[in-house]
């Protein structure tokens, strides 16, 4: 799995938000089911976990989601644009909150759903606890 972080700019500085990407094209009926479905998770995660606007998940035909041959998502995490999404960015409690978020969604990913919690509820220490990862 390949996971892709940005923050992006716009010259308007009201843009504010997460977005996540998988590859797909609707035009030509393709998509990555896994990066989908791993994009979803992650995007929800997040959002669940920090007050960034939901920009939700999109397909994508860029070379670094076509090319790629593991199931590969790009997550723009805000805009340094925006004062707000710059102030949170610039918090390491905040970045260690969207880390968590991606390390969980990857678990999420791989647990069967009977034993899934609440989305934004998990948290790594529960997962070490149930000795996934020590």
């Known amino acids: 799995m390949v996971i892709s972080l940005h923050l992006d700019k716009y010259h308007n500085d009201k843009a504010h938000g997460v977005a996540t990407y998988f590859y797909g094209s609707l035009a030509h009926g393709i998509h990555s089911v896994v990066g989908e479905r791993f994009a979803s998770i992650v995007q929800r995660e997040i959002c669940a976990r920090t007050d960034l606007s939901n920009c939700r998940t999109h397909a994508k035909t860029w070379d670094l989601l076509r090319l790629t041959k593991a ?55 529960d997962l070490r606890k149930a000795g996934i990862r020590k």
């Open 71 to 125: 199931p590969t998502v790009r997550i723009d995490l805000g805009y340094v644009s925006n004062n707000g999404d710059a102030q949170r960015l610039s918090r390491p409690d905040f970045r260690d909150v969207v880390a968590e978020s991606v390390v969980i969604a990857i678990q999420r990913l791989y647990l069967a759903s009977e034993d899934d919690a609440k989305t934004g509820t998990l948290r790594i220490a």
